[in-house]
């Protein structure tokens, strides 16, 4: 298939739904096959249907990026039924946000392992056949929670940041071997995520245009605005971009508050 990622085999974990969803799509669009790694069995494998139906290779493997051993065999899934594994876009992420003093050993460990270690399991499934092939792209979703903190969110950002360091080690690591390591960080993006988030406030549509408005377009990104640049950053079109961070929030994180 023609496109900006032909023959490309791109796993995308987290993309039964949401930023990792249209990323999924927009890959496929562009000529890539896809794996759509995600621990919903329902939208998983409603995801890869659509993605056949519309002409595309795509395959649903039940991955829970928590599990070592799952990941595993997703990555070994992926190699046997496409040959190869191009591009992985680590996306699967979940919100946990506590008062630290009232995060929980267990919430610390579920935020931790998903946030991060389902990042690094992710990578590491996949960098030995980079490595072999001496090419491929590496795209982690972080978020503007990377480099900036609301009180009131832990530990989220505290996994977040150390996303941004695991992007910026294996990307110096194995540079001279082809691979691209790379962080998109976006800003509030209107998924199921946020839509859950807002629905904890006792008036949620006022929480949506406050958090809209403060970003300086006065509206909240869309998955698509992700996709597009992480396509970007999979694709032929960005091989000097490395260990990078591409922030995706209308401008949010530059604007001055007084
Ligand atoms: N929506 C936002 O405003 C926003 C902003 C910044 C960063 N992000 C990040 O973007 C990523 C995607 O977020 P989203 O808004 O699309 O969320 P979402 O909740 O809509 O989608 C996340 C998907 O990941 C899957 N998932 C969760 N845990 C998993 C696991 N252990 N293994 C496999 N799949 C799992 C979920 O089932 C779901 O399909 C996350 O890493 C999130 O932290 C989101």
Known sequence: MAGRLADKVAIVTGAGRGIGEATARRMAAEGAALVIAERDATTGAAVARALTAAGSRALFVET???????????????????????VLVANAGINVFHEPLDTSDAEWRRCFSVDLDGVWHSARAVLPGMRARRAGSIVAIASTHSFSIIPGCFPYPVAKHGLLGLVRALGIQYAAEGIRVNAIAPGYIETQIALD??????????????????????????????????????????????????TIDGGRSVLYHD
């Open 64 to 86: 829970d990026v928590a599990d070592p051993a799952s990941v595993e065999a997703m990555a070994a899934r992926a190699v046997s039924t496409f040959g190869r594994v191009d």
């Open 197 to 246: 988030y807002w629905a904890g406030f006792p008036d949620p549509e006022a929480e949506r245009r406050r958090a809209a408005d403060l970003h300086p377009p006065r509206r909240l990104g869309r998955p698509d605005e992700v996709a597009m640049t992480a396509v970007f950053l999979a694709s032929d079109e960005a091989p000097f971009i490395n260990a990078a961070c591409i």
